[in-house]
């Protein structure tokens, strides 16, 4: 039996809310038919935008939402998406698919659908093909209240009042796509470019610096070193995927060594967090810049029959697994991750929601991020996890954990459970004082390894109440069924 020790006192870091952010790239039907339709659409939208896809979103509270790209933003040119809908400039997405982009869904349309879900802008700039004038105006457009050429055209577009934008992310996968340039040539771009991105009025932009791919500690070492005092974010990209690439496995109907090789690829996240945030803390010992993972999930192969360049795939139970425990590690290093955006929010990669024309489903992912929402702003409580590997994948624990105590005393423990056919029984010390008389839980799981919802079946995998935990002496005896996800409540 695995022991889990819950520390008595909190670790004094704050679970960011941020760290449930999510990403919305123009790639595939994320943007188009996942949450744009056209303000003609026969689907119920307001202003264009699904309202069931809008309305399953405000109702996961989701913080913080990142746009245009990925690979996409460093492509982007704003100004060809505002104005009358007909008149803007059509482009070819090179990146995902090769289709025209018609630039329907630009900057309005993205911060109202920020508006109406109720989060925060996370606006990415173009450094890849675009010039420092083009950054600065686009934050003058956005965030400037005064009498300015580009305040003036904003309200020529019809918004008068500036919104508020606090994160600015400089280019993306600076070391790729963005530009394929080496760090001491980034870091110069960046210490540039971020030059012009201002502060109007109250409006205080959160500068992001683009950040590693995976393990490149020497990227992190150069741009803590060259650029750290003129950023507050930055970034880390890791998907969790199958050792080589052209072998990945889809979503669904996956062998039995997938299922281990991709949740041990998830666990990756634990050691390079803690490695890269090592780096930062040499550089920046009193934590002032963020950490944000703003790109990380799991990246199956597409789904037959599809678009290649869409990146659809499916959401199963092992997905599910991949989210729990990837939140449990943000939790552990909320110290210095603030901000984490899964990718991505609809029809692409690892989403919460699918669609399909007029239909809608919520993923076993969404129904993780869901039962973890009590976490957000909360502090951590540090655990001590004896660790146990399971048998068939040495390195990859069976359980993961993570626990919060939040400002009304209620504590809420996280548990993944990654056996995929048994039951195992969890031994968990409670701090002093914590009260039975109003524990709950809540579980995730399914019948097969890849339990999953379709639009003929929406409601497979979804949470239902967990009952199987109980004290024994002065320890919490939890039996977790095999790949499971459970929250446990206790409320003071």
């Known amino acids: 039996m695995s022991r889990l020790t819950l520390s008595s006192a909190p670790s004094g870091s704050v679970i960011d809310p941020g760290i449930y952010g999510h990403f919305a790239e123009h790639l595939g039907r994320c943007i188009y038919e996942g949450l744009w339709v056209g303000?003609?659409?026969?689907?119920p939208n307001t202003h264009g935008l699904r309202n069931d896809v809008v309305a399953a979103l405000k109702a996961l509270k989701v913080p913080v939402l990142r746009w245009p790209g990925g690979c996409f933003a460093d492509e982007y040119h704003w100004k060809d998406g505002i104005g009358p809908q007909p008149e803007r400039k059509r482009m070819v997405n090179t990146h995902w698919g090769g289709l025209v982009e018609d630039n329907s869904f630009g900057t309005h349309e993205f911060l109202l659908l920020c508006e109406m879900i109720g989060c925060e802008p996370y606006v990415n700039g173009n450094v890849g093909s675009g010039t420092v004038q083009e950054m600065s105006e686009w934050v003058e457009y956005m965030t400037f209240d005064g009498d300015s050429p580009m305040a003036r055209l904003r309200r020529d577009h019809g918004r008068d009042k500036p919104w508020n934008v606090r994160y600015f992310g400089v280019g993306n996968e600076s070391w790729g796509c963005g530009g394929n340039m080496r760090p001491e040539a980034y870091a110069d771009e960046y210490r540039?470019?971020?030059?012009?991105?201002?502060?109007?009025?109250?409006?205080?932009?959160?500068?992001?610096?683009?950040?590693?791919?995976?393990?490149?500690?020497?990227?992190?070492?150069?741009?803590?070193?060259?650029?750290?005092?003129?950023?507050?974010?930055?970034?880390?990209?890791?998907?969790?995927?199958?050792?080589?690439?052209?072998?990945?496995?889809?979503?669904?109907?996956?062998?039995?060594?997938?299922?281990?090789?991709?949740?041990?690829?998830?666990?990756?996240?634990?050691e390079l967090i803690t490695r890269h945030k090592a780096i930062m803390?040499?550089?920046?010992?009193?934590?002032?810049?963020?950490?944000?993972v703003d790109e990380w999930g799991a990246w199956h192969k597409e789904e037959k029959g599809t678009n290649p360049g869409f990146l659809y795939q499916q959401n199963s139970i092992r997905d599910a697994l991949v989210a729990g425990m990837t939140l449990n590690i943000f939790h552990k290093h909320s110290d210095r991750v603030r901000m984490a955006n899964l990718a991505q929010m609809v029809n692409v990669l690892q989403s919460v929601v699918l669609t399909d024309k007029e239909k809608?489903?919520?993923?076993?992912?969404?129904?993780?991020?869901?039962?973890?929402?009590?976490?957000?702003?909360?502090?951590?409580?540090?655990?001590?996890?004896?660790?146990?590997?399971?048998?068939?994948?040495?390195?990859?624990?069976?359980?993961s954990a993570s626990a919060s105590l939040d400002s009304h005393?209620?504590?809420?423990?996280?548990?993944?459970?990654?056996d995929p056919d048994k039951e195992a029984t969890l031994s968990v010390e409670l701090p002093s004082g914590t009260s039975m008389a109003k524990a709950k839980g809540e579980v995730l799981t399914g019948s097969t390894m890849d339990s999953h919802n379709t639009f003929a079946k929406p409601n497979e995998v979804k949470?239902?109440?967990?009952?199987?935990?109980?004290?024994?002496?002065?320890?919490l005896s939890v039996k977790m069924p095999a790949r499971s996800v459970v929250v446990l409540t206790f409320e003071a």
């Open 360 to 399: 809608m489903l919520l993923t076993p992912t969404y129904h993780v991020l869901r039962m973890f929402q009590g976490h957000q702003g909360a502090r951590n409580v540090v655990v001590d996890l004896e660790k146990e590997d399971l048998p068939e994948s040495p390195g990859l624990p069976r359980f």
């Open 39 to 43: 303000p003609g659409s026969s689907i």
């Open 192 to 270: 540039k470019f971020q030059t012009f991105v201002r502060n109007y009025g109250e409006n205080k932009v959160y500068r992001i610096a683009c950040g590693a791919a995976v393990d490149d500690y020497r990227w992190t070492e150069v741009l803590m070193r060259d650029a750290a005092k003129y950023m507050d974010g930055l970034t880390l990209h890791h998907y969790a995927w199958e050792p080589r690439w052209n072998e990945k496995e889809t979503a669904t109907g996956f062998s039995r060594g997938s299922w281990f090789r991709l949740l041990a690829s998830a666990q990756r996240m634990d």
């Open 281 to 292: 803390d040499q550089h920046d010992p009193d934590k002032r810049i963020s950490m944000i």
């Open 463 to 475: 949470p239902t109440a967990f009952s199987a935990f109980h004290m024994d002496g002065k320890h």
């Open 409 to 418: 005393g209620t504590l809420r423990l996280s548990l993944c459970h990654l």
